[in-house]
């Protein structure tokens, strides 16, 4: 069963809809910690040999093998970071532990409410490869993997013709393993294997009948969803692999963006959502003057621009305005972020209600508390940024 999440952003149909598609292909979520698939189609269950169980919630990382090109895995783990496009030749490995190459197509799909990357599809397209065969006698086995250049194709119909006939996926697997064994099919692993343009464009048509049904599905959820990154106007965008580490984050805080005009807010986080009563969707691309109300000290509020302008931190004490528009005292600091390069990247708020300043807190201060959410920023935008400048 796919996760819940995939259901609320696309509605309960889109299940149904993406297994009418006969190509292999994954989803995945990156705003889930280990990046986890969350769809698999027939196609690509049949191809690997694995049941849905087995890959829902599992990393794609399951399919690599001792052969898999470490090059290659590093070219699809940046463009999962930078949220891009990828096409690129694979070795990937079966449940039986066999290798076959693929051509490996990736997409982003953004989110058109804040520009958020929230999930990637995959799309595997076996590449056509004549195969080596050992000992002799082989003849009229390898007139038959002559027919599609790599003995995919017999090898997928001998599985296919068991799987009637088994009782379980088992037995499918082993039937698979055993045809594999009789036959000996070598796999060159060691030389890259290029796909042709018939299998490229077969990839590309994939992808995008894929992220056809996404688009129209969750337009019914209200939750659209696009191919092409949409900012919204004066707001920028954070990666996935960095809202993952915010999110760890219980505090209420927000990030703003200190190279964009106006500093807008690029992360909320939920505690703070909580606090003010608004969502997310109504904080992301706003300054923070929008918490500020009529009463609103505006001594206090200079003061925080003033040292906003030098970058330096700074603790205040001010009156602020929920959406309910309910005042509450707020215990603020506030603290410009570097990245790896040095240079002010974010500021990042902390927010404590003074009401709960003297609650729980685990035995540490408001102010303590307040600089252990600084530190924790600052590791994570530093630690992204310093895997940027590596790539």
């Not at 809809?17 to 189609?41: K, N, R, W």
């Not at 694979?90 to 290798?99: A, F, I, S």
């Not at 000992?135 to 017999?154: K, P």
Request: net charge positive.
């Amino acid at each position: 069963m796919e996760p819940q999440q995939l259901i609320l952003r696309y509605s309960g149909w889109v299940r149904e809809a993406l297994d009418e598609l006969p190509d292999c292909f994954t989803i995945t979520d990156p705003c889930v910690s280990g990046h986890p698939i969350v769809f698999a189609s027939d196609g690509f269950l049949k191809m690997v040999g694995y049941c849905r169980e087995e890959v829902i919630g599992r990393n794609g990382r399951i399919f690599q093998g001792p052969d898999t090109r470490r090059s290659s895995v590093i070219e699809i783990r940046e463009a999962i970071r930078e949220e891009r496009c990828v096409q690129i030749s694979l070795l990937n490995y079966r449940k039986d532990g066999t290798p076959f190459w693929m051509l490996f197509q990736l997409c982003p799909v953004f989110s058109k409410d804040d520009g958020r990357a929230i999930n990637f599809v995959a799309v595997q397209v076996p590449i056509s490869r004549k195969s080596r065969r050992s000992g002799v006698g082989n003849s009229r086995a390898e007139m038959n993997s002559c027919e599609d250049g790599n003995g995919f194709r017999d090898n997928f119909f001998r599985c296919c013709r068991r799987e009637v006939c088994s009782d379980s996926i088992f037995e499918l697997g082993r039937a698979s393993a055993m045809d594999s064994v009789s036959s000996h099919d070598e796999v060159e692993t060691n030389e890259p294997c290029e796909a042709s343009e018939v299998e490229k464009t077969k990839a590309s048509a994939a992808i995008s009948k894929i992220l056809s049904v996404l688009t129209h599905y969750s337009e019914l959820t209200g939750r659209s969803v696009c191919i092409k990154r949409c900012r919204l106007t004066g707001n920028g965008h954070l990666s996935a692999s960095l809202n993952i580490s915010l999110r760890r984050i219980k505090q209420s805080f927000v990030l703003t963006d200190a190279l964009l005009p106006d500093m807008p807010i690029v992360y909320a986080s939920e505690a703070f959502l909580k606090l003010t009563g608004y969502d997310r969707h109504e904080v992301l691309g706003q300054n923070c003057r929008f918490l500020s109300g009529m009463d609103t000290d505006t001594v206090t509020q200079f003061q925080i621009k003033e040292h906003i302008r030098a970058q330096q931190a700074c603790t205040v004490r001010i009156l602020n305005y929920r959406k309910d528009r309910t005042s509450f005292w707020n215990f603020l600091h506030i603290s410009p972020v570097r990245n790896a390069s040095g240079k002010v990247a974010f500021f990042v708020g902390i927010q404590i209600d003074e009401r709960c300043r003297n609650g729980e807190t685990h035995g540490l201060s408001p102010e303590m508390r307040q600089l252990s959410v600084v530190g924790a920023v600052k590791v994570a935008v530093r630690g992204l940024s310093m895997g940027a400048n590596s790539s």
